[in-house]
């Protein structure tokens, strides 16, 4: 069954169907868009109102005509009431003289020289015409707004309306009783400050009337208005709703269709590769796209002609033309980029490509004088043949020139840093070329004699600390044992000969420590020491360790705290180097740990190596860096005045090493880390 629907999907019939269902739902959106959106032929917003009382056109109507009807029963109320200037105040003519005056004021007439009062009155006898028919100007506007509001209510043909303020009535029905206005399929009564709409729906969206208890409004509509009005939105409302599901289900189809296509284009039933073979696809991409572009602008400029011309019946063909043509432009990009060939087949790629690797070849191959004599040769014929690109050749051409000219005395700027003793210096010169290679040789060997002074210095460092730590820790004991010989030589009581000797056996004791310490640091950092791989178990050797020291630990009262994440964790290591690492840790923590303090022990597993994690708190100010406590002959107190030799941590660091682990501490005010890694037994 799978294999038969695979047939079928990646056949030419499946891509057919797919690219017509495609086109087809596709000119059917854009046309519905057009008609709906962009065009205004339809009003959307008929789709929200469940009945005509409640849509907009109703509401408008019936709001105007309340409106209308207020300001000509309230402002107007008949021609002869304005006639008579009932309609106009005097703060209306006082206004109407301020804007006359703020006209004077920008014309010649106005003296910038004279007073307000003077100016004043020069205005009242320029305008004294202007003034002196104002009131009658007035008047006659408002005899327009009257006769236009008028006119506004005769254009309602089925409306009856009474409305009745003071003294004034106003109204086009013989018939002023509240029934007869009641017995019309839809009204509005108004009186006082009670109100009764028919139908109860439309309530909520007209506007309040604020009546006195003696004013009234009775506003009727009769079939004449409802039933033409009517049927025109139960018919725009089917129309509309149509056309909502018509463009739903096309996009709908169009998503689906479009989908599956770029899915299965491409593709045939014999294998799952991206397939070429149309003569489409030999277009170059970047022609494509601008003809996708150039289709693009085409329906625009058709759908600009059509509207202008009124010929919008052919949208519908016009649309399924372009986008035919358009969608199978499309796919061929679609196959391209799953192929992942969108860049590299394009017509620009093509030709910066063969350029650029002609430029490369010159500059990376070949004798300098083989690339200078091809410039010459080769950019004149380029500019001659391109005459047009002319200036576009020089351009490029004097680009090169100058970032060869800058690579040049890049290099010639950090020669001279070189010369003058600054090995930090770095020449930068990118690509590859010869200038780019003589650069990175030139950084090599600042990098190299950056390097050999940096260890030299180190190195006599490293040997004056040397020389000065071991004469210290030498001589301390020596000269005890010297002294102590002179006293024996002298002494005859056997008592204090017997506790001369046991001096002088605890100093020499402190030299043969210092001294073996000394040869196995030397033989650990030269990595002379022979190392046994096996599998150890690093759970039992700390547990292991802890419990041969469990007399110091409780000398020194000190709190060890032991956490690993399993029962067992093997490591790849030598059991004796890493004990002897291990217990070098150890000792430096009975040396130079807070006494009645914790000890915390960590050993977890990180992947491919374990972590052994070992942190205490010493009594002693660290005040000197990791790196610096990592140095032999450097101890955690600075005066010097415990028993260690200062090679512990170097000899652990060079034993784990040595082991293909890592060693390292970390310092953290009093807190004194040491970490290792070392690789888990597969």
Same mark, same amino acid.
């Given at each position: 069954?799978?294999?038969?629907?695979?047939?079928?999907?990646?056949?030419?019939?499946?891509?057919?169907?797919?690219?017509?269902?495609?086109?087809?739902? +596709?000119?059917?959106?854009?046309? /519905?868009?057009?008609?709906? /959106?962009?065009?205004?032929?339809?009003?959307?917003? =008929?789709?929200?109102?469940?009945?005509?009382?409640?849509?907009?056109?109703?509401?408008?109507?019936?709001?105007?005509?309340?409106?209308?009807?207020?300001?000509?029963?309230?402002?107007?109320?008949?021609?002869?009431?304005?006639?008579?200037?009932?309609?106009?105040?005097?703060?209306?003519?006082?206004?109407?003289?301020?804007?006359?005056?703020?006209?004077?004021?920008?014309?010649?007439?106005?003296?910038?020289?004279?007073?307000?009062?003077?100016?004043?009155?020069?205005?009242?006898?320029?305008?004294?015409?202007?003034?002196?028919?104002?009131?009658?100007?007035?008047?006659?506007?408002?005899?327009?707004?009257?006769?236009?509001?008028?006119?506004?209510?005769?254009?309602?043909?089925?409306?009856?309306?009474?409305?009745?303020?003071?003294?004034?009535?106003?109204?086009?029905?013989?018939?002023?009783?509240?029934?007869?206005?009641?017995?019309?399929?839809?009204?509005?009564?108004?009186?006082?400050?009670?109100?009764?709409?028919?139908?109860?729906?439309?309530?909520?969206?007209?506007?309040?009337?604020?009546?006195?208890?003696?004013?009234?409004?009775?506003?009727?509509?009769?079939?004449?208005?409802?039933?033409?009005?009517?049927?025109?939105?139960?018919?725009?409302?089917?129309?509309?709703?149509?056309?909502?599901?018509?463009?739903?289900?096309?996009?709908?189809?169009?998503?689906?269709?479009?989908?599956?296509?770029?899915?299965?284009?491409?593709?045939?039933?014999?294998?799952?590769?991206?397939?070429?073979?149309?003569? =489409?696809?030999?277009?170059?991409?970047?022609?494509?796209?601008?003809?996708?572009?150039?289709?693009?602008?085409?329906?625009?400029?058709?759908?600009?002609?059509?509207?202008?011309?009124?010929?919008?019946?052919?949208?519908?063909?016009?649309?399924?033309?372009?986008?035919?043509?358009?969608?199978?432009?499309?796919?061929?990009?679609?196959?391209?980029?799953?192929?992942?060939?969108?860049?590299?087949?394009?017509?620009?790629?093509?030709?910066?490509?063969?350029?650029?690797?002609?430029?490369?070849?010159?500059?990376?191959?070949?004798?300098?004088?083989?690339?200078?004599? /091809?410039?010459?040769?080769?950019?004149?014929?380029?500019?001659?043949?391109?005459?047009?690109?002319?200036?576009?050749?020089?351009?490029?051409?004097?680009?090169?020139?100058?970032?060869?000219?800058?690579?040049?005395?890049? =290099?010639?700027?950090?020669?001279?840093?070189?010369?003058?003793?600054?090995?930090?210096?770095?020449?930068?010169?990118?690509?590859?070329?010869?200038?780019?290679?003589?650069?990175?040789?030139?950084?090599?060997?600042?990098?190299?004699?950056?390097?050999?002074?940096?260890?030299?210095?180190?190195?006599?460092?490293?040997?004056?600390?040397?020389?000065?730590?071991?004469?210290?820790?030498?001589?301390?004991?020596?000269?005890?044992?010297?002294?102590?010989?002179?006293?024996?030589?002298?002494?005859?009581?056997?008592?204090?000969?017997?506790?001369?000797?046991?001096?002088?056996?605890?100093?020499?004791?402190?030299?043969?420590?210092?001294?073996?310490?000394?040869?196995?640091?030397?033989?650990?950092?030269?990595?002379?020491?022979?190392?046994?791989?096996?599998?150890?178990?690093?759970?039992?050797?700390?547990?292991?360790?802890?419990?041969?020291?469990?007399?110091?630990?409780?000398?020194?009262?000190?709190? +060890?705290?032991?956490?690993?994440?399993?029962?067992?964790?093997?490591?790849?290591?030598?059991?004796?180097?890493?004990?002897?690492?291990?217990?070098?840790?150890?000792?430096?923590?009975?040396?130079?740990?807070?006494?009645?303090?914790?000890?915390?022990?960590? =050993?977890?597993?990180?992947?491919?190596?374990?972590?052994?994690?070992?942190?205490?708190?010493?009594?002693?100010?660290?005040?000197?860096?990791?790196?610096?406590?990592?140095?032999?002959?450097?101890?955690?107190?600075?005066?010097?005045?415990?028993?260690?030799?200062?090679?512990?941590?170097?000899?652990?660091?060079?034993?784990?090493?040595?082991?293909?682990?890592?060693?390292?501490?970390?310092?953290?005010?009093? /807190?004194?880390?040491?970490?290792?890694?070392?690789?888990?037994?597969?």
């Amino acid at each position: 069954m799978d294999i038969k629907w695979k047939r079928f999907s990646y056949s030419i019939t499946s891509k057919i169907i797919a690219f017509l269902i495609t086109v087809f739902c +596709f000119s059917v959106a854009i046309t /519905l868009f057009l008609n709906m /959106l962009v065009l205004g032929n339809e009003d959307l917003s =008929i789709v929200n109102e469940k009945s005509y009382y409640q849509s907009d056109d109703y509401i408008h109507d019936s709001s105007q005509v309340i409106q209308t009807l207020d300001v000509i029963t309230q402002v107007y109320k008949s021609e002869d009431h304005i006639l008579s200037g009932g309609t106009i105040t005097d703060d209306e003519i006082a206004q109407y003289e301020e804007e006359l005056y703020r006209e004077f004021e920008f014309s010649s007439s106005y003296d910038q020289e004279l007073s307000p009062a003077g100016n004043r009155g020069r205005f009242r006898e320029a305008y004294a015409d202007e003034i002196a028919l104002a009131r009658e100007k007035l008047i006659n506007e408002d005899l327009d707004k009257f006769r236009a509001e008028m006119k506004s209510l005769k254009k309602y043909q089925g409306v009856i309306y009474y409305a009745k303020k003071g003294e004034t009535e106003f109204t086009n029905s013989p018939n002023d009783n509240k029934s007869h206005f009641k017995s019309a399929p839809a009204y509005m009564i108004f009186e006082g400050l009670e109100e009764e709409v028919f139908p109860k729906e439309m309530n909520v969206y007209l506007p309040k009337m604020a009546l006195k208890s003696d004013e009234v409004m009775y506003i009727a509509f009769t079939d004449e208005f409802i039933k033409p009005r009517l049927e025109a939105w139960n018919e725009t409302k089917t129309k509309v709703n149509n056309m909502l599901y018509w463009l739903l289900g096309s996009s709908l189809a169009l998503a689906a269709a479009f989908i599956w296509l770029l899915f299965i284009i491409g593709r045939k039933p014999e294998d799952d590769k991206i397939h070429l073979n149309d003569s =489409i696809d030999k277009i170059y991409t970047d022609i494509n796209l601008g003809l996708c572009a150039l289709l693009i602008a085409s329906w625009f400029g058709s759908m600009a002609f059509l509207f202008r011309s009124e010929y919008t019946d052919i949208t519908f063909l016009v649309t399924l033309t372009i986008a035919a043509a358009g969608l199978i432009l499309v796919l061929s990009l679609v196959k391209h980029v799953k192929n992942r060939t969108l860049f590299t087949y394009t017509l620009t790629y093509k030709v910066f490509y063969q350029v650029f690797a002609f430029i490369k070849d010159v500059f990376n191959s070949g004798s300098t004088a083989v690339k200078v004599v /091809l410039i010459v040769v080769v950019y004149p014929i380029i500019a001659g043949l391109g005459f047009i690109m002319l200036p576009i050749t020089i351009a490029v051409a004097a680009w090169l020139a100058l970032k060869k000219v800058e690579e040049f005395n890049a =290099i010639k700027v950090g020669v001279k840093q070189v010369k003058e003793g600054n090995f930090r210096h770095t020449i930068v010169v990118p690509g590859e070329g010869e200038l780019a290679l003589l650069a990175a040789d030139i950084n090599s060997i600042t990098d190299g004699l950056n390097k050999a002074v940096e260890s030299e210095i180190k190195s006599e460092r490293l040997k004056s600390e040397l020389i000065t730590n071991v004469s210290h820790d030498i001589r301390t004991p020596l000269t005890s044992i010297i002294t102590y010989v002179d006293l024996l030589k002298s002494e005859q009581d056997p008592e204090k000969i017997a506790e001369y000797v046991e001096v002088l056996d605890q100093k020499a004791q402190r030299l043969k420590t210092l001294t073996d310490d000394l040869f196995e640091a030397t033989k650990a950092s030269s990595g002379n020491i022979p190392v046994n791989f096996e599998k150890i178990d690093l759970v039992s050797l700390i547990t292991q360790g802890l419990g041969e020291f469990d007399d110091k630990i409780q000398e020194n009262n000190l709190e +060890f705290k032991l956490n690993h994440s399993s029962e067992k964790i093997h490591v790849r290591a030598d059991g004796k180097l890493l004990w002897r690492t291990i217990e070098n840790l150890l000792l430096n923590i009975f040396k130079y740990a807070l006494k009645d303090s914790r000890v915390y022990i960590d =050993i977890s597993d990180a992947g491919s190596d374990a972590v052994l994690t070992i942190k205490n708190i010493s009594a002693y100010e660290l005040n000197i860096s990791a790196s610096e406590l990592m140095e032999r002959f450097t101890r955690g107190d600075a005066a010097r005045s415990s028993q260690g030799s200062g090679l512990g941590l170097s000899i652990a660091k060079s034993l784990i090493e040595i082991q293909k682990g890592s060693f390292m501490i970390e310092i953290d005010g009093d /807190l004194f880390k040491a970490v290792i890694h070392m690789p888990k037994e597969s």
